[in-house]
Every structure is written in structure tokens, then in C-alpha cells.
């Protein structure tokens, strides 16, 4: 992984966390909210591999984290599998497209199910994520279509930036 | 399918593991203050900035959504806005209909009077510039002409023409119309006429009379008055010259009726068995 995938991996994993929680977390969406944090995981898990979705997991959960009520790791642990799981079950380009976002779509819907397990465990507000998780994941398999070229097109731009 | 290798399930191994450890020490005693405070300090500004930028696009979007019902929703309540508006106008005017009201129960209770409440529903100095106002009161009401007309403040003026629901009333102001007064206390009789907006004018029988600013009038006899006795009239403002008994004795009265801004009336039914004499006149005030 170079240095300028790191870094971009790094600042997309920012951005979306900064558009997840003044923008896309307050649209007033009847059924729940898409989580652009989670699919931009699987995406980086998806174009540039195991080893980079799992990394980007890890900081983009630790950063929900320290930004949320809840004990630092929860959302670590979950993006981090979703990232990891992401990049080993699907391979860029082998699978067609219809398939590859039905198993993105899957992947979400798992690891906003096991995030959701998680928070009911510790005692934090696990059910309010359980109420609204069928319309995020109809959501993020609307948002997936927008999300996944875009971070496959800037992953392989900045593989050849050396 | 892209097996992992060994190192990756070490690494993915090592993460879970470290983020376990995380949440048990964080779960435990909330070590993490420090870098909660951190994470707050670099993202808490960009927030602000991007909710600022992003924030009414945002809003827009969100209202999508509500447009046909918001529509509807500002449509009732304009509407119920409205009809609130209304209701404190008529609030405000029953409550100066009230007033006027009790005054005019209390005049008519001080003179003995048995009075008819009445609305004015029109008025105004009409063909050939008389005082004159409409009352919603005809003979159905047993109004007939030649009544005292009252307010709550003091006299109005005469019923002169009725109809079945409505009567005319000659206003006290009317520059035709001549009412008896009488000065409360010394009793000295006169005549009361009309001036239009101006004051009233009062010329006294007796040319030698004495009488000064701040005395008050009430109806009292004169000639074929049919005014009945004691109601208010106004008080003198202005005592004329002296002519020593050559010419006759006049001063100057300001009502107690506003005559432009009548509203509720009363129309005095049936007089009192005996002149009430100066009883229903207002307190005097204080000098």
C-alpha cells in the first residue's frame, strides 16, 4: 500500500465521517439513515483489498467512536470486519455488478446488525440502530451504485502515483 | 474469492483484539477522555464549517419531502391565524360594548330611568347637516317619537321619526335641537343648543343668574320639553360677559357624550316618577 493510497484512504475516511454527521445523519429520511461511512469502507475493502479495508475499518470505527457516546472500539471492530470481509469475498471485476452490490448490500446489512448487537450488549442505545436498519441498508444499496465506482476510480489513479 | 493470507488474518486478529481491549478498558472508566477531547477539537470547527456550507442544502432536501404538506399546513394555519385576528377584534369591541353597557345600567338606575339598550347603526350629519343617528330600535321595540336617548356617559338626544326596527335620533349636537337644562345645585334653568363638533351653548332665563365655569347641567324643564328630567348633560366651560341685565345670560358647555363616537345608546322608555334631580350626575372631580 503506498504512501498516497494511505493517505487518501485516511482523507475519504475523514470526509465521510464530516458529511455522515452534519449532512447525512440530519436529512430527515422516513425508515432510517444511509451510512456512507460503512459503504466507503466495503468500497476501499473492495477496489484495494483485504489489508486496506481492514486498516481503513479499524480508523474510520475508532474515529466514529471517539466522536460517539458509546465505548471506544464498537464501530472499530465492525468496520474493521466489514472492510476486511469486504475485500476477501469480493474480487474487483470478477463478479457482475448486479452481484457485487447485493453482496455489498449484505455486508452492510451484517455489520449494522452485529454494530447493533454490539450497543444492546453494552447497555448504549443498540435498538435505535436495530428500528431503522432495514430502511439504512435499502438506503446504502441505493447510495452503494454512487459510492463504489467513485472510490474504485481514485483507488487505481492513485496506484499509479508512485 | 480472494483467500487472505496468514498475515492478514494476524493483522485482522491483532485489530479485533485490540479493539476488544479498547472497549473493556473504555467500558470500564471511560479512559479516553483526552483523545474524545482531541477527536472533538479537530472535527467540532470543520463540522461547523461544513454544517455551515451544507447546512441549508441540507434543510432544502430534508423538506422535500414535506413540500405538498407543508403547503397545506401554512394554508390552515394562515387561516387559523385569521380567524384568530378576528375573534381579538371582536374580543376588544365586545368588551368596549360591555362597558358602555354597565355605565348605561348604572345611568339608568341612578335616574330611575327604564331604559332600552340600542346599537347605532348609522350615523352621521346627514342632508342638510343634521345630527342625527340610527338606532337599531323601531316601534316593534315600543319606541315611539319625542324618547330621551342616553348614554352611559349622559344625554344623547331625542327619537324623532320611527320605524318598524329601526328609529332616527336628533343628537343633542344638532344645531337645531334645544334641550331645557338645568345647573345642578342652584337650579337656574335654561336653554341647552347644539353647535355641531363645537361646544354646546346654554342661555340662561334669568339675566342676572350667576353661574361659573365647572357648574354642571342636567335636563330639567322648559317650555314643551319632553326630555326626561336629570340626565347629564355637560358641564360649563366658559361663562359669556355680563350684560347686566340687558341681553341674555349664555356660557358654553362641553358635553359628556362624545357625539362622533357613539355605539351602544339607550333608548329611556319610561321616565322617573319624580325628577331625580342632580343624582345622576358624575362625580364631581377633584379640583
Known sequence: MTAARTAGALLAVCVAVLLQATVISRLPLPGGTPSLVLLLVIAIGFSAGTTAGLFAGFVAGATVDLMSDHPLGVAAICLALGGFVAGTLLDNGTRGVARSLLLVVTIAGVVQLLYAALLALLGARGGSVLHGLAGAVGYDALLAPLVLPVVAAVERRLRSVR | ?287
Open chain 2, 1 to 287: 474469492m480472494r483467500r487472505p493470507t496468514r498475515r492478514q488474518r494476524l493483522a485482522l486478529a491483532a485489530l479485533l483484539a485490540l479493539a476488544v481491549v479498547l472497549v473493556t478498558v473504555d467500558y470500564q472508566g471511560r479512559a479516553f477522555g483526552g483523545l474524545r477531547a482531541g477527536t472533538e477539537s479537530v472535527f467540532g470547527p470543520l463540522q461547523h464549517g461544513v454544517s455551515a456550507v451544507v447546512g441549508p442544502v441540507g434543510r432544502f432536501l430534508g423538506g422535500i419531502p414535506h413540500l405538498a404538506s407543508s403547503g397545506r399546513r401554512i394554508d390552515a394555519l394562515r387561516q387559523q391565524n385569521d380567524d384568530l385576528r378576528r375573534q381579538l377584534a371582536e374580543q376588544a369591541l365586545d368588551t368596549a360594548r360591555a362597558e358602555q353597557l354597565s355605565r348605561l345600567t348604572l345611568l339608568a338606575g341612578l335616574g330611575q330611568y327604564r331604559v332600552l339598550p340600542a346599537a347605532v347603526i348609522g350615523f352621521g350629519p346627514g342632508p342638510g347637516f343634521e345630527w342625527v343617528a340610527t338606532l337599531d330600535v323601531g316601534a316593534r321595540d315600543r319606541v315611539v317619537p319625542g324618547q330621551t336617548v342616553v348614554s352611559g356617559d349622559g344625554l344623547v338626544g331625542r327619537v324623532k321619526q320611527v320605524g318598524a326596527t329601526t328609529c332616527t335620533v336628533v343628537l343633542a349636537a344638532d344645531p337645531g335641537s334645544s334641550v331645557g337644562g338645568r345647573i345642578a345645585g342652584s337650579g337656574q334653568l335654561g336653554l341647552v343648543t347644539g353647535n355641531g363638533t363645537a361646544a354646546m351653548r346654554l342661555t340662561l332665563l334669568d339675566p342676572n343668574a350667576r353661574v361659573s365655569a365647572g357648574d354642571r347641567l342636567v335636563t330639567g324643564p322648559y317650555g314643551a320639553s319632553t326630555y326626561v328630567a336629570g340626565v347629564p348633560i355637560g358641564e360649563i366651560t366658559e361663562v359669556g360677559a355680563d350684560t347686566g341685565g340687558v341681553g341674555p345670560r349664555t356660557a358654553t358647555v362641553r358635553p359628556y357624550v362624545a357625539f362622533t363616537r357613539l355605539d351602544l345608546v339607550g333608548v329611556v322608555l319610561t321616565g322617573p316618577r319624580t325628577d331625580p334631580r342632580d343624582s345622576v350626575l358624575p362625580p364631581k372631580p377633584p379640583r
